[in-house]
């Protein structure tokens, strides 16, 4: 499943800050996780629905800047099973805008789940995959080539995925390090209420969720009964967290090198950092963005805000 960088990368995580990297679960079996998890959210009213009935409530402003191009690529940055792009899609294709559909992912089966869910729903539609890491540095030649044709690059960060990464900086400036001041991105976080975050613990427990986030572990073939799982907030850094505490030494081999967690050790499987308005705005202004145009939920629990990378002059 993993790759010998991506091993070397899980020795090093593991090893220097007890940390099994969540883009990881993402690959394999974990995928398949990862998508009734997110059929869940969507039938029971979570973040994923809630994107979906702003964005459709606002899809005409962000896309109207766009439709006169030649064409505009999509491009769906963690693609996940691909719903989440559908209010865009089903506007563009209304209106007969010319569109190709590019998801991004670390995960093969995402890639390959969204293209057939997104081809099954737009019959015809164009599509260019690329496995790609992108915490790991900027892809300015993918998104280079892209418009080649001259069309424009419209990057969707959905799913408040934003939340999910240990460095939310590295992973934004590989975003505007790999777009033009042409270029547009629209991201979407939840937003919580940080008083009472305690309340959201829930929403992180269950068998599907389980699953997914244990998919590395179970990989490496560290068996459930030697770990005690355990969700919980972390109010010094905002984030919900899933930890899990060895009940027992466990001998553990990767990329050749053998070592030993013990009885006791804990490490973070994933995290979801929360946000306020503020808090976003400013992120994305000190990374180098600027806000286009900024939207929230009725009830305050969701923001969608798109914004362009922005040129400074000495």
Not at 36 to 50: D, F, L, M, Y
């Amino acid at each position: 499943m993993l790759s010998k960088r991506q091993e070397a990368e899980l020795v090093t995580a593991i090893q220097g800050r007890g940390e099994v990297p969540l883009k990881f679960a993402y690959l394999g079996e974990g995928a398949k996780h990862w998508d009734k998890i997110a059929t869940q959210r969507a039938k029971e009213g979570g973040i994923n629905s809630a994107e979906a009935i702003l964005l459709q409530k606002r899809v005409e402003d962000f896309v109207q800047t766009l439709a006169t191009s030649q064409g505009i690529n999509i491009v769906d940055i963690g693609c996940g099973n691909g719903y989440p792009v559908f209010p865009i899609l089903s506007y563009l294709t209304k209106r007969n805008i010319k569109f190709t559909y590019v998801p991004i992912d670390i995960s093969q089966e995402l890639l390959d789940l969204a293209v057939t869910t997104v081809t099954k729903e737009f019959s015809g539609t164009e599509c260019n995959p690329f496995q790609i890491d992108f915490e790991l540095g900027q892809f300015s030649d993918v998104m280079y080539d892209l418009k080649k044709n001259g069309s424009v690059n419209l990057m969707l960060f959905f799913g408040s995925t934003l939340g999910n990464h240990s460095d939310l900086h590295r992973v934004l400036t590989n975003f505007r390090d790999s777009m033009t001041s042409k270029d547009y991105m629209i991201v979407g976080v939840e937003l919580t209420n940080l008083v009472k975050a305690q309340n959201i613990i829930h929403h992180y427990e269950g068998e599907n969720i389980e699953n997914f986030v244990f998919a590395t572990l179970d990989y490496l073939k560290v068996f459930r009964q030697d770990y005690k799982m355990e969700v919980s907030w972390n109010a010094i850094e905002n984030q919900v967290e899933i930890r899990v505490t060895l009940q027992k030494d466990i001998s553990l081999e990767i990329a050749g090198e053998k070592f030993t967690l013990k009885q006791g050790e804990n490490l973070l499987l994933a995290r979801s950092k929360k946000f306020s308005e503020s808090v976003v705005t400013k992120l994305l202004s000190d990374i180098g963005f600027r806000t286009e145009l900024l939207t929230t939920a009725e009830d305050r629990g969701y923001l969608l805000t798109m914004v362009q990378p922005t040129r400074y002059s000495a």
